[in-house]
Nanobody
Framework: QVQLVESGGGLVQAGGSLRLSCVASRSTLSFNVMGWYRQAPGKQRELVAE???????NYANSVKGRFTLSRDNAKNTVYLQMNSLKPEDTAVYYC?????????WGQGTQVTVSS
């Protein structure tokens, strides 16, 4: 059973920063892609950022220049550094890992940005 456990969400004022962490129960190198998605109330889940094992990183246009995804494979951990946060970044953020056959999800962590 693969587990992805997120932490680091919370309430922050606009312009502030948060760092999300996702710890995997197996090597992050065993996933073809690892990254972060988010879902705001009444909206579909959307990609925030994702990273391949060879280091290619794809960011949503809405977060480019503000968010940074990184991996620490020795710790089986993926991070999302979020700077210059905006109220529209408010959502539940989910860690995701894409294996050979399945996509795995964490339980989500709430990020709320107040104006």
């Amino acid at each position: 059973q693969v587990q992805l456990v997120e932490s680091g969400g919370g309430l922050v004022q606009a312009g502030g920063s948060l760092r999300l962490s996702c710890v995997a129960s197996r090597s992050t190198l065993s996933f073809n892609v690892m990254g972060w998605y988010r879902q705001a109330p009444g909206k579909q889940r959307e990609l925030v950022a994702e990273s391949t094992t060879v280091g290619f990183i794809n960011y949503a246009n809405s977060v480019k220049g503000r968010f940074t995804l990184s991996r620490d494979n020795a710790k089986n951990t993926v991070y999302l550094q979020m700077n210059s946060l905006k109220p529209e970044d408010t959502a539940v953020y989910y860690c995701s890992g894409l294996g050979h056959l399945n996509r795995y999800w964490g339980q989500g962590t709430q990020v709320t940005v107040s104006s």
